[in-house]
Protein backbone atom coordinates (compact mmCIF):
# COMPACT_ATOMS: atom_id res chain seq x y z
CA UNK A 1 0.00 0.00 0.00
CA UNK A 2 1.79 3.54 -1.06
CA UNK A 3 0.59 7.06 0.67
CA UNK A 4 -1.25 7.90 -2.22
CA UNK A 5 -3.67 5.20 -0.97
CA UNK A 6 -4.58 6.82 2.31
CA UNK A 7 -7.79 8.47 2.72
CA UNK A 8 -7.50 11.51 5.24
CA UNK A 9 -10.44 12.98 6.23
CA UNK A 10 -10.69 16.60 6.95
CA UNK A 11 -13.43 17.45 9.77
CA UNK A 12 -15.33 21.22 9.60
CA UNK A 13 -14.44 21.49 12.76
CA UNK A 14 -12.20 24.81 13.31
CA UNK A 15 -11.40 26.53 16.32
CA UNK A 16 -10.19 30.13 15.87
CA UNK A 17 -8.78 32.85 17.87
CA UNK A 18 -11.55 35.04 20.02
CA UNK A 19 -10.42 38.09 20.94
CA UNK A 20 -13.01 38.60 23.53
CA UNK A 21 -11.72 35.65 25.66
CA UNK A 22 -10.07 37.73 28.03
CA UNK A 23 -7.78 36.78 31.56
CA UNK A 24 -7.93 39.18 34.72
CA UNK A 25 -4.11 39.87 35.14
CA UNK A 26 -1.60 42.24 37.50
CA UNK A 27 -1.65 45.39 35.88
CA UNK A 28 2.12 46.90 37.10
CA UNK A 29 2.63 50.31 35.31
CA UNK A 30 5.95 51.18 36.71
CA UNK A 31 8.50 51.77 39.93
CA UNK A 32 7.18 51.96 43.33
CA UNK A 33 7.47 55.98 43.16
CA UNK A 34 4.92 56.11 40.14
CA UNK A 35 2.75 53.76 41.85
CA UNK A 36 3.25 55.49 45.00
CA UNK A 37 1.61 58.99 42.95
CA UNK A 38 -0.90 56.79 41.49
CA UNK A 39 -2.24 55.63 44.72
CA UNK A 40 -1.87 59.48 46.29
CA UNK A 41 -3.76 60.74 43.32
CA UNK A 42 -6.88 58.17 44.34
CA UNK A 43 -6.67 59.02 48.36
CA UNK A 44 -7.39 62.57 47.17
CA UNK A 45 -10.84 61.62 45.50
CA UNK A 46 -13.80 62.66 47.94
CA UNK A 47 -15.44 59.63 48.69
CA UNK A 48 -18.70 60.22 46.92
CA UNK A 49 -16.63 60.55 43.77
CA UNK A 50 -14.59 57.06 44.77
CA UNK A 51 -18.23 55.28 44.97
CA UNK A 52 -18.77 56.27 41.59
CA UNK A 53 -16.21 55.65 39.33
CA UNK A 54 -16.02 51.97 41.72
CA UNK A 55 -20.03 51.67 40.40
CA UNK A 56 -18.29 52.41 36.71
CA UNK A 57 -15.85 49.94 36.39
CA UNK A 58 -17.90 47.08 38.39
CA UNK A 59 -20.90 47.95 35.89
CA UNK A 60 -18.46 47.34 32.99
CA UNK A 61 -16.35 45.02 33.96
CA UNK A 62 -17.82 42.34 36.76
CA UNK A 63 -20.15 40.69 33.74
CA UNK A 64 -16.81 39.59 32.24
CA UNK A 65 -15.28 38.37 35.30
CA UNK A 66 -16.56 36.67 38.44
CA UNK A 67 -15.37 37.92 41.46
CA UNK A 68 -13.67 40.60 40.12
CA UNK A 69 -14.09 42.60 43.54
CA UNK A 70 -11.52 39.57 45.18
CA UNK A 71 -8.83 40.64 42.69
CA UNK A 72 -9.26 44.59 43.37
CA UNK A 73 -8.66 43.35 46.94
CA UNK A 74 -6.00 41.10 46.17
CA UNK A 75 -3.62 43.93 44.34
CA UNK A 76 -4.73 46.46 46.87
CA UNK A 77 -3.09 44.73 49.51
CA UNK A 78 -0.32 43.81 47.39
CA UNK A 79 0.01 47.59 46.49
CA UNK A 80 0.04 48.28 50.30
CA UNK A 81 2.94 45.89 50.74
CA UNK A 82 4.69 47.58 48.31
CA UNK A 83 4.55 50.95 49.66
CA UNK A 84 3.52 50.72 53.16
CA UNK A 85 0.64 52.31 53.00
CA UNK A 86 -1.19 53.37 56.67
CA UNK A 87 -4.61 54.39 57.85
CA UNK A 88 -8.10 53.33 57.67
CA UNK A 89 -9.58 53.06 54.28
CA UNK A 90 -12.47 52.32 53.16
CA UNK A 91 -13.71 49.04 51.34
CA UNK A 92 -14.69 50.83 48.22
CA UNK A 93 -11.38 53.07 48.19
CA UNK A 94 -9.36 49.99 48.56
CA UNK A 95 -11.48 48.57 45.33
CA UNK A 96 -11.01 51.46 43.61
CA UNK A 97 -6.84 51.60 43.86
CA UNK A 98 -6.53 47.41 43.04
CA UNK A 99 -8.96 48.29 39.85
CA UNK A 100 -5.71 50.69 38.99
CA UNK A 101 -3.30 47.85 39.02
CA UNK A 102 -5.54 45.66 37.26
CA UNK A 103 -5.87 44.98 33.70
CA UNK A 104 -7.45 42.60 30.96
CA UNK A 105 -5.00 40.59 28.68
CA UNK A 106 -6.40 39.00 25.39
CA UNK A 107 -5.70 35.54 25.91
CA UNK A 108 -6.12 34.20 22.41
CA UNK A 109 -5.68 37.49 20.01
CA UNK A 110 -3.35 36.01 17.48
CA UNK A 111 -3.50 32.32 17.48
CA UNK A 112 -5.51 29.16 18.75
CA UNK A 113 -2.92 26.22 17.83
CA UNK A 114 -0.68 23.32 18.10
CA UNK A 115 -3.24 21.17 19.80
CA UNK A 116 -2.67 17.63 21.51
CA UNK A 117 -5.34 15.28 22.80
CA UNK A 118 -5.90 12.64 25.40
CA UNK A 119 -8.97 10.33 26.63
CA UNK A 120 -10.64 12.49 29.80
CA UNK A 121 -10.37 11.30 33.17
CA UNK A 122 -14.23 11.09 33.05
CA UNK A 123 -16.05 8.56 30.87
CA UNK A 124 -19.17 8.59 32.78
CA UNK A 125 -22.55 8.83 30.54
CA UNK A 126 -20.49 8.32 27.70
CA UNK A 127 -22.06 6.23 25.06
CA UNK A 128 -21.19 2.73 24.05
CA UNK A 129 -18.33 3.41 21.56
CA UNK A 130 -18.47 6.96 22.62
CA UNK A 131 -15.05 8.84 24.00
CA UNK A 132 -14.73 11.65 25.84
CA UNK A 133 -11.80 13.90 25.36
CA UNK A 134 -9.64 16.66 26.36
CA UNK A 135 -7.94 18.90 24.06
CA UNK A 136 -5.11 21.48 25.20
CA UNK A 137 -4.03 24.19 22.96
CA UNK A 138 -1.88 27.02 22.73
CA UNK A 139 -3.37 30.00 23.08
CA UNK A 140 -1.14 33.11 21.99
CA UNK A 141 -1.69 36.83 23.00
CA UNK A 142 -0.40 40.42 23.22
CA UNK A 143 3.45 40.14 23.07
CA UNK A 144 3.09 36.58 21.80
CA UNK A 145 2.80 35.69 25.48
CA UNK A 146 1.96 32.23 25.45
CA UNK A 147 0.04 30.24 27.98
CA UNK A 148 -2.18 26.36 27.89
CA UNK A 149 -5.85 26.54 27.21
CA UNK A 150 -8.41 23.56 27.32
CA UNK A 151 -11.69 22.92 25.49
CA UNK A 152 -13.70 19.24 26.33
CA UNK A 153 -15.19 17.11 23.28
CA UNK A 154 -17.00 13.68 21.86
CA UNK A 155 -15.74 11.39 19.62
CA UNK A 156 -19.72 9.84 19.26
CA UNK A 157 -19.98 6.04 18.24
CA UNK A 158 -20.60 6.83 14.57
CA UNK A 159 -16.83 8.39 14.30
CA UNK A 160 -18.06 12.57 14.35
CA UNK A 161 -15.96 14.95 16.56
CA UNK A 162 -17.91 17.46 18.43
CA UNK A 163 -15.49 19.74 20.65
CA UNK A 164 -18.14 21.88 23.05
CA UNK A 165 -18.05 26.28 22.98
CA UNK A 166 -15.63 27.69 25.53
CA UNK A 167 -17.47 29.18 28.06
CA UNK A 168 -16.98 32.77 28.54
CA UNK A 169 -15.05 33.33 31.64
CA UNK A 170 -11.51 32.54 32.12
CA UNK A 171 -9.55 32.08 35.34
CA UNK A 172 -5.90 31.45 36.28
CA UNK A 173 -5.41 28.92 39.55
CA UNK A 174 -4.68 29.27 42.50
CA UNK A 175 -0.73 29.05 43.62
CA UNK A 176 -0.10 26.29 46.58
CA UNK A 177 1.76 28.02 48.89
CA UNK A 178 4.89 26.91 50.16
CA UNK A 179 5.17 23.79 48.29
CA UNK A 180 8.08 21.41 49.91
CA UNK A 181 11.14 20.15 47.84
CA UNK A 182 12.96 17.54 48.28
CA UNK A 183 16.66 17.40 49.43
CA UNK A 184 18.52 14.94 47.17
CA UNK A 185 16.74 15.81 44.46
CA UNK A 186 17.19 19.46 44.21
CA UNK A 187 20.96 19.43 44.95
CA UNK A 188 20.81 16.70 42.28
CA UNK A 189 18.94 19.23 40.24
CA UNK A 190 21.50 22.08 41.33
CA UNK A 191 24.42 19.62 40.39
CA UNK A 192 22.72 19.04 36.57
CA UNK A 193 23.31 23.02 36.14
CA UNK A 194 26.60 23.35 37.28
CA UNK A 195 25.83 24.40 40.19
CA UNK A 196 27.98 22.67 42.63
CA UNK A 197 29.72 25.25 44.46
CA UNK A 198 30.47 26.48 47.99
CA UNK A 199 27.60 28.62 48.39
CA UNK A 200 25.07 26.16 47.25
CA UNK A 201 26.40 23.10 49.28
CA UNK A 202 26.47 25.22 52.46
CA UNK A 203 22.88 26.17 51.60
CA UNK A 204 22.05 22.82 51.05
CA UNK A 205 23.83 21.55 54.45
CA UNK A 206 21.39 23.58 56.39
CA UNK A 207 18.43 22.42 55.01
CA UNK A 208 16.17 19.75 56.50
CA UNK A 209 15.67 16.02 54.19
CA UNK A 210 12.17 18.04 52.72
CA UNK A 211 12.16 21.76 53.15
CA UNK A 212 9.99 24.62 51.63
CA UNK A 213 10.51 28.25 49.35
CA UNK A 214 10.64 30.20 53.14
CA UNK A 215 13.14 27.81 54.42
CA UNK A 216 15.30 28.14 51.12
CA UNK A 217 15.39 31.76 51.53
CA UNK A 218 15.68 32.21 54.89
CA UNK A 219 18.77 29.58 54.18
CA UNK A 220 20.32 31.81 51.45
CA UNK A 221 19.98 34.74 53.24
CA UNK A 222 22.18 33.50 56.23
CA UNK A 223 24.78 31.96 53.68
CA UNK A 224 24.83 35.17 51.80
CA UNK A 225 25.96 36.60 55.23
CA UNK A 226 28.67 34.44 56.58
CA UNK A 227 30.48 33.50 53.24
CA UNK A 228 29.93 36.90 50.53
CA UNK A 229 33.46 37.95 51.50
CA UNK A 230 34.57 41.32 49.66
CA UNK A 231 35.37 40.42 45.98
CA UNK A 232 32.70 36.85 45.74
CA UNK A 233 29.54 39.34 46.26
CA UNK A 234 28.40 38.84 42.23
CA UNK A 235 29.50 34.93 42.14
CA UNK A 236 27.44 34.39 45.87
CA UNK A 237 24.17 36.55 44.56
CA UNK A 238 24.39 34.58 40.78
CA UNK A 239 24.13 31.62 42.89
CA UNK A 240 21.39 32.70 45.07
CA UNK A 241 19.21 33.75 42.61
CA UNK A 242 19.96 30.90 40.47
CA UNK A 243 18.79 28.62 43.59
CA UNK A 244 15.46 30.13 44.06
CA UNK A 245 14.50 30.33 40.48
CA UNK A 246 15.25 26.71 40.55
CA UNK A 247 12.65 26.41 43.28
CA UNK A 248 10.30 28.90 42.09
CA UNK A 249 10.40 27.40 38.88
CA UNK A 250 8.92 23.53 40.33
CA UNK A 251 5.66 24.23 42.09
CA UNK A 252 2.13 23.49 41.92
CA UNK A 253 -1.20 25.32 41.11
CA UNK A 254 -5.25 24.40 42.07
CA UNK A 255 -7.80 25.18 39.88
CA UNK A 256 -11.49 24.85 41.89
CA UNK A 257 -13.72 22.11 40.59
CA UNK A 258 -16.86 24.20 40.01
CA UNK A 259 -14.36 25.66 37.36
CA UNK A 260 -15.06 24.79 33.37
CA UNK A 261 -12.06 23.22 32.12
CA UNK A 262 -12.67 25.41 29.22
CA UNK A 263 -12.46 28.89 32.12
CA UNK A 264 -9.27 26.81 33.31
CA UNK A 265 -5.54 28.93 31.81
CA UNK A 266 -2.43 28.13 32.75
CA UNK A 267 -1.03 31.74 32.10
CA UNK A 268 2.93 32.14 32.58
CA UNK A 269 3.81 32.32 36.23
CA UNK A 270 7.49 31.47 36.54
CA UNK A 271 10.91 33.44 36.07
CA UNK A 272 11.39 30.24 33.23
CA UNK A 273 8.49 30.95 31.77
CA UNK A 274 8.42 34.73 31.53
CA UNK A 275 7.45 34.70 27.86
CA UNK A 276 5.48 31.82 26.92
CA UNK A 277 4.38 28.08 27.82
CA UNK A 278 4.46 26.71 24.33
CA UNK A 279 3.74 23.29 22.71
CA UNK A 280 2.18 20.99 25.63
CA UNK A 281 2.53 17.53 24.38
CA UNK A 282 -0.41 16.06 26.53
CA UNK A 283 -0.23 12.23 27.45
CA UNK A 284 -1.86 9.63 29.75
CA UNK A 285 0.85 7.73 31.57
CA UNK A 286 0.28 4.26 32.84
CA UNK A 287 1.75 4.35 36.09
CA UNK A 288 3.40 1.25 37.97
CA UNK A 289 0.53 0.66 39.99
CA UNK A 290 -1.89 1.28 37.28
CA UNK A 291 -3.28 4.18 38.10
CA UNK A 292 -3.41 6.91 35.26
CA UNK A 293 -1.48 10.14 35.35
CA UNK A 294 -1.09 12.87 32.73
CA UNK A 295 2.08 14.23 31.90
CA UNK A 296 2.66 16.92 29.75
CA UNK A 297 6.25 18.33 28.20
CA UNK A 298 6.22 21.81 27.32
CA UNK A 299 8.51 24.28 26.57
CA UNK A 300 9.53 27.10 28.46
CA UNK A 301 10.68 30.77 27.30
CA UNK A 302 11.53 33.63 28.97
CA UNK A 303 12.37 35.44 26.40
CA UNK A 304 15.90 34.82 25.90
CA UNK A 305 16.54 31.03 26.58
CA UNK A 306 14.27 28.04 26.09
CA UNK A 307 13.72 25.38 28.49
CA UNK A 308 11.76 22.19 28.81
CA UNK A 309 9.72 21.44 31.32
CA UNK A 310 7.06 18.75 32.99
CA UNK A 311 3.46 19.36 33.90
CA UNK A 312 2.00 16.22 35.43
CA UNK A 313 -2.11 16.14 36.74
CA UNK A 314 -4.42 13.33 38.09
CA UNK A 315 -7.64 15.50 37.59
CA UNK A 316 -6.83 18.43 35.26
CA UNK A 317 -7.51 20.80 38.75
CA UNK A 318 -4.14 20.57 40.28
CA UNK A 319 -1.20 20.83 38.86
CA UNK A 320 2.41 19.97 39.32
CA UNK A 321 5.27 22.32 37.36
CA UNK A 322 8.59 19.81 37.43
CA UNK A 323 11.95 21.10 35.80
CA UNK A 324 13.47 18.51 33.36
CA UNK A 325 17.65 17.99 34.03
CA UNK A 326 20.28 16.09 32.30
CA UNK A 327 21.74 16.54 28.98
CA UNK A 328 19.38 15.16 27.11
CA UNK A 329 16.58 17.63 28.51
CA UNK A 330 17.30 20.35 25.94
CA UNK A 331 15.76 21.79 22.99
CA UNK A 332 12.17 21.66 22.30
CA UNK A 333 9.98 18.97 21.14
CA UNK A 334 10.30 16.54 23.84
CA UNK A 335 7.37 13.53 23.93
CA UNK A 336 7.19 11.02 26.74
CA UNK A 337 5.91 7.42 26.18
CA UNK A 338 2.61 6.31 27.63
CA UNK A 339 4.07 3.62 29.74
CA UNK A 340 7.44 2.65 31.22
CA UNK A 341 9.54 0.16 28.52
CA UNK A 342 11.36 -2.78 30.19
CA UNK A 343 11.25 -0.55 33.20
CA UNK A 344 12.48 2.63 32.23
CA UNK A 345 10.80 5.67 31.38
CA UNK A 346 11.14 6.69 27.53
CA UNK A 347 11.21 9.78 25.87
CA UNK A 348 11.67 10.93 22.38
CA UNK A 349 13.47 14.36 21.99
CA UNK A 350 14.88 16.63 19.07
CA UNK A 351 18.69 17.66 20.99
CA UNK A 352 19.59 19.07 17.77
CA UNK A 353 17.07 21.04 16.04
CA UNK A 354 17.34 18.67 12.53
CA UNK A 355 16.90 14.96 13.97
CA UNK A 356 15.32 12.69 16.46
CA UNK A 357 16.31 11.03 19.59
CA UNK A 358 15.15 8.22 22.48
CA UNK A 359 16.22 8.81 25.54
CA UNK A 360 15.57 6.09 28.51
CA UNK A 361 15.63 7.37 32.40
CA UNK A 362 14.89 5.76 35.54
CA UNK A 363 13.43 8.85 36.82
CA UNK A 364 11.16 11.56 35.04
CA UNK A 365 13.07 14.14 35.79
CA UNK A 366 16.47 13.49 34.34
CA UNK A 367 17.41 12.20 31.31
CA UNK A 368 21.15 11.17 29.96
CA UNK A 369 22.53 9.43 26.76
CA UNK A 370 20.37 10.28 23.58
CA UNK A 371 20.61 8.10 20.79
CA UNK A 372 19.94 9.13 17.62
CA UNK A 373 16.95 6.61 15.58
CA UNK A 374 15.58 9.23 12.98
CA UNK A 375 17.01 11.81 10.18
CA UNK A 376 15.56 13.97 7.59
CA UNK A 377 15.56 11.44 4.86
CA UNK A 378 12.70 12.93 2.02
CA UNK A 379 12.58 15.92 0.54
CA UNK A 380 9.44 17.27 2.60
CA UNK A 381 11.58 16.80 5.75
CA UNK A 382 15.34 17.85 4.53
CA UNK A 383 15.43 21.09 6.77
CA UNK A 384 14.08 19.74 10.18
CA UNK A 385 12.34 17.08 11.17
CA UNK A 386 10.70 16.04 14.74
CA UNK A 387 7.74 14.34 17.22
CA UNK A 388 4.07 15.58 16.62
CA UNK A 389 3.51 14.34 20.27
CA UNK A 390 3.91 11.06 22.66
CA UNK A 391 4.08 7.53 21.06
CA UNK A 392 0.69 5.81 20.10
CA UNK A 393 1.03 2.42 21.16
CA UNK A 394 -0.47 -0.48 18.55
CA UNK A 395 0.04 -4.18 17.72
CA UNK A 396 2.36 -3.49 14.94
CA UNK A 397 4.42 -0.90 17.25
CA UNK A 398 4.62 2.62 18.51
CA UNK A 399 3.33 5.13 16.16
CA UNK A 400 4.89 8.54 15.69
CA UNK A 401 3.57 11.45 13.72
CA UNK A 402 6.30 13.62 12.91
CA UNK A 403 6.66 16.83 11.65
CA UNK A 404 9.17 17.43 8.82
CA UNK A 405 10.37 20.78 7.09
CA UNK A 406 10.52 21.33 3.18
CA UNK A 407 11.33 24.33 0.64
CA UNK A 408 9.81 27.49 1.76
CA UNK A 409 9.51 26.53 5.23
CA UNK A 410 6.83 24.29 4.96
CA UNK A 411 5.71 21.91 7.41
CA UNK A 412 3.99 18.59 6.90
CA UNK A 413 2.73 16.22 9.04
CA UNK A 414 4.29 12.56 8.52
CA UNK A 415 4.67 9.28 10.12
CA UNK A 416 6.93 6.39 11.27
CA UNK A 417 6.92 3.16 13.13
CA UNK A 418 9.02 1.78 16.29
CA UNK A 419 9.49 -1.83 17.83
CA UNK A 420 7.29 -2.65 20.23
CA UNK A 421 10.26 -3.78 22.59
CA UNK A 422 12.99 -1.33 21.43
CA UNK A 423 11.85 1.75 20.75
CA UNK A 424 15.44 2.77 19.65
CA UNK A 425 14.36 0.71 16.83
CA UNK A 426 12.53 2.02 13.70
CA UNK A 427 10.48 -0.61 11.53
CA UNK A 428 8.38 1.96 9.13
CA UNK A 429 8.23 4.87 7.86
CA UNK A 430 6.26 6.61 5.41
CA UNK A 431 8.12 8.36 2.26
CA UNK A 432 5.44 11.08 1.84
CA UNK A 433 3.05 13.31 4.48
CA UNK A 434 -0.02 12.46 6.07
CA UNK A 435 -1.31 16.37 6.02
CA UNK A 436 0.40 18.71 3.77
CA UNK A 437 -1.47 22.35 4.18
CA UNK A 438 -4.11 22.98 2.14
CA UNK A 439 -4.77 26.28 0.16
CA UNK A 440 -7.44 27.31 2.47
CA UNK A 441 -4.56 26.28 5.51
CA UNK A 442 -1.61 28.12 4.46
CA UNK A 443 -2.35 31.55 5.25
CA UNK A 444 -2.36 32.66 9.17
CA UNK A 445 0.38 33.96 11.38
CA UNK A 446 2.98 31.27 10.13
CA UNK A 447 2.12 30.71 6.55
CA UNK A 448 2.70 26.92 5.27
CA UNK A 449 2.37 25.40 8.32
CA UNK A 450 0.47 22.46 9.97
CA UNK A 451 1.34 20.93 13.11
CA UNK A 452 0.29 18.71 15.97
CA UNK A 453 1.28 18.04 19.72
CA UNK A 454 -0.14 14.12 19.57
CA UNK A 455 -3.08 12.24 18.61
CA UNK A 456 -5.11 9.19 19.65
CA UNK A 457 -6.50 6.14 18.30
CA UNK A 458 -9.99 5.45 19.03
CA UNK A 459 -12.00 2.41 17.28
CA UNK A 460 -9.38 1.64 14.47
CA UNK A 461 -9.37 5.45 13.50
CA UNK A 462 -6.26 8.10 13.83
CA UNK A 463 -7.85 11.23 15.48
CA UNK A 464 -5.74 14.12 14.75
CA UNK A 465 -6.43 17.71 15.92
CA UNK A 466 -3.88 19.90 13.34
CA UNK A 467 -3.03 23.44 13.89
CA UNK A 468 -3.06 25.69 10.51
CA UNK A 469 -1.02 28.04 9.77
CA UNK A 470 0.03 28.88 13.30
CA UNK A 471 -3.36 30.31 13.78
CA UNK A 472 -6.17 28.04 14.01
CA UNK A 473 -6.67 24.34 14.63
CA UNK A 474 -8.92 21.71 12.80
CA UNK A 475 -9.41 17.69 13.09
CA UNK A 476 -8.29 14.83 10.81
CA UNK A 477 -9.40 11.21 11.08
CA UNK A 478 -7.73 8.28 9.17
CA UNK A 479 -7.81 4.67 9.58
CA UNK A 480 -4.90 3.16 11.36
CA UNK A 481 -4.97 0.01 9.17
CA UNK A 482 -4.67 2.62 6.12
CA UNK A 483 -1.21 4.49 8.20
CA UNK A 484 0.51 0.91 9.19
CA UNK A 485 -0.06 -0.50 5.89
CA UNK A 486 1.69 2.37 3.91
CA UNK A 487 4.83 1.68 6.42
CA UNK A 488 7.77 1.15 4.45
Given at each position: ????????????????????????????????????????????????????????????????????????????????????????????????????????????????????????????????????????????????????????????????????????????????????????????????????????????????????????????????????????????????????????????????????????????SSPSQRNGIEDARFVRFQSDD????????????????????????????????????????????????????????????????????????????????????????????????????????????????????????????????????????????????????????????????VYTCGALVHRGQLIIPYAYAD??????????????????
Open positions: MSVESIHITRTTIALRPDQSRVLLRPFNPGDARRTERIVARILSLPESLVLTLLKEVLTEFSARHPKIGDFFLERFEQVRKLLSLNGKLSEPRKLLIGSYFASEFSLESAALFNPSIVPHPDQSEVPLNGLRFILSLRATGEGHVSSVTFRTGMIHPDGRIEVLAACGFLTEPRRIPNPFYDRVLFERKLSELKLDNEFTRRTIDRLEQSFNLKELQRQVSEVLKQICEPGREKECRHAAKAMRVLAESNYEVQFGPEQELSERIIFPGAPVYYATFTAYDGRVVMPGLMETSDFLRFRFITLNGPAARNKGMAIFPRKINGLYAMLSRQDNENLYVVFSDNVHFWYEPKLILAPAFPWEMVQIGNCGSPIETEAGWLVLSHGVGPMRQYAIGAFLLDKDDPAKVIGRLREPLIRPTEEERHGYVPNVHATSFATVALDEVLGAMR
